[in-house]
């Protein structure tokens, strides 16, 4: 079984890879070199940006960008759980 904080070491591993540089240079910004609870407020709102765009993309067909969306939107959740303590 992983530790917690091996979870949100795997979380935010997989949440770097998946986000844009611009919103990655503002976590940056909020929290130094590491990503803590500090950016909880960040992550929520880039999730309900991320909801929303994943939508927009279904609905004029571009498929694979909503799959990527999608799959953004999952890791901001499995980070957001992390940082809340689940």
């Known amino acids: 079984m992983m530790s917690r904080q091996q979870l949100i070491d795997a979380a935010v591993e997989h ?3 998946l986000e844009s540089v611009e919103s990655m240079e503002e976590v940056l910004t909020m929290c130094g070199a590491t ?4 950016a ?9 940006e991320e909801e929303a765009r994943r939508h927009i993309l279904a609905a004029h067909g571009y498929t694979r960008m909503a ?3 999608a799959q953004l939107a ?3 959740c499995a980070l ?3 940082f ?3």
Request: net charge positive.
């Open 67 to 69: 799959e990527k969306s």
């Open 80 to 82: 957001i759980r992390s």
């Open 15 to 17: 949440y770097i890879g």
């Open 84 to 86: 809340e303590g689940w």
């Open 40 to 48: 909880l407020p960040l992550l929520t709102r880039r999730l309900a």
């Open 35 to 38: 990503i803590d609870a500090g």
């Open 74 to 76: 999952a890791s901001l």
